[in-house]
């Protein structure tokens, strides 16, 4: 199920706001690994082969495995990115180390399969109200999304954690009762120049 790609890292010894200033105007990203099982390790990474990395996943939660001299794979996700809205440049990039033998907790996007009958034949509006879920699972179990095939949702229905797929090795973590995704009741349809004249006739 889980699908991985691959990212050079360089480890880097020295550390601070000028240092990082230094990296970034070298086009590299400053990045940390860090899990419950190591000390957090300081890295850099070139900036053009995290945003090619970034538009290959897009936007679902993948396996990434680091790779530098001098060092081992590291099994990883990407758990935070920080960029300047202004500069359009990233600042940061957290990666969480992960062990294939052993489960961990992760965010993984919801992904909306299908145009529901609620909206399509009966005016209702989609709100999605959870826009990602919390699952537990190994690595090689990792889905990149959970996909929601909204079809058969009708208006006032609201699909639960408890209605997601069952995904073979993923354990949903958010409360069962806890709304993602709802079909809520659209505005009754303003009546077109006329038709109410043509109403009153029959």
Do not use: W
């Not at 360089?10 to 990296?23: M, N, Y």
């Not at 300081?42 to 936007?59: H, N, W």
């Not at 229905?157 to 069952?166: A, C, D, I, N, Y």
């Not at 806890?178 to 038709?195: D, F, N, T, V």
Request: hydrophobic share 40%; net charge negative; with cysteine.
């Amino acid at each position: 199920m889980s699908t991985s790609t691959n990212l050079k890292v360089t480890q880097r010894e020295v550390t601070g706001r000028s240092a990082s200033r230094r990296l970034r105007k070298a086009n590299q990203i400053p990045a940390i690994l860090y899990g419950k099982h190591t000390d957090p390790v300081k890295l850099s990474v070139d900036a053009k082969e995290f945003l090619q990395m970034l538009r290959s996943i897009s936007g679902r939660k993948t396996i990434i495995e680091l790779e530098g001299e001098g060092r081992d794979k590291s099994l990883s996700f990407l758990q935070e990115v920080q960029r300047d809205p202004i500069k359009d440049i990233f600042l940061h990039a957290d990666f969480q180390e992960v062990r294939a033998d052993e489960k961990f907790e992760v965010e993984v996007p919801i992904v909306v399969i299908g145009e529901a009958v609620g909206v399509k034949m009966q005016n209702g509006i989609l709100e999605i109200a959870n826009h990602t879920v919390k699952i537990r699972c190994l690595a090689k179990d990792l889905p990149g999304a959970i996909e929601v095939d909204v079809t058969n949702v009708n208006v006032e229905e609201t699909v639960k954690v408890s209605g997601l797929p069952q995904l073979e090795g993923v354990e949903y973590r958010d409360p069962a009762g806890q709304a993602i995704i709802s079909i809520l009741m659209g505005e009754a349809e303003e009546p077109k120049p006329g038709e109410e004249a043509e109403e009153a006739k029959k």
